[in-house]
């Protein structure tokens, strides 16, 4: 069985969906060993409802390390899911290859530092994108800039609101997620 580490900064939806995609077998031969979140969110509660360990490790300047400390050595990826922390140079060499996020957008497009949640599409609709879409890629030390693994598309209406494109979008991270945990675990 190979385990997984999701790492959550916020509701914890897109956690939610990949313990259910275990659940359902579309991720095969693996468990969640661990969630850990960098401030007090409701992704903790979804992990204590499903019986699977979590743990709270405040951000600060010692995060990584204290991150590092928590993760069982035998982890076969880490899945940031919603999590909003940008981990250090030292933590992504570590775990080079074997750590995964889910960005907002059609990487590289609207990617980077400070470009998260409603800022992407916010920033996508004042581009006048016609569409948008979301990522899962390979984490390195450069924000948002490793291997695509999986991308899905969405159309952006004229009239769709940031808030409309972001319903869409993550729509499209629930379809996709989970085909790339399987794809990166089970290749």
Known sequence: MKKIVILVSGSGTNLQRIIKAIADKEIQNAEISLVVADRDCYGLKRAEDAGIP?????????????????????????????????????????????????????????????????????????????ESGATVHFVTTGVDEGEVILQGK?????????????????QIEYDIFPLAIEKVLNK
């Open 54 to 130: 979590f743990q709270l490790i405040k951000r600060g300047k010692d995060f990584c390390q204290k991150l590092d400390t928590v993760i069982p050595e035998d982890t076969s990826l880490i899945v940031l899911a919603g999590f909003l922390s940008v981990l250090t140079q030292e933590f992504c060499e570590k775990w080079e290859g074997k750590m995964i996020n889910v960005h907002p957008s059609l990487l590289p497009k609207f990617g980077g530092k400070g470009m998260w949640g409603m800022h992407v599409h916010n920033a996508v609709k004042e581009a006048g994108e016609t």
């Open 154 to 170: 969405i159309t952006v209406e004229e009239n769709d609101t940031p808030e409309d494109i972001a319903g869409k979008v993550h």
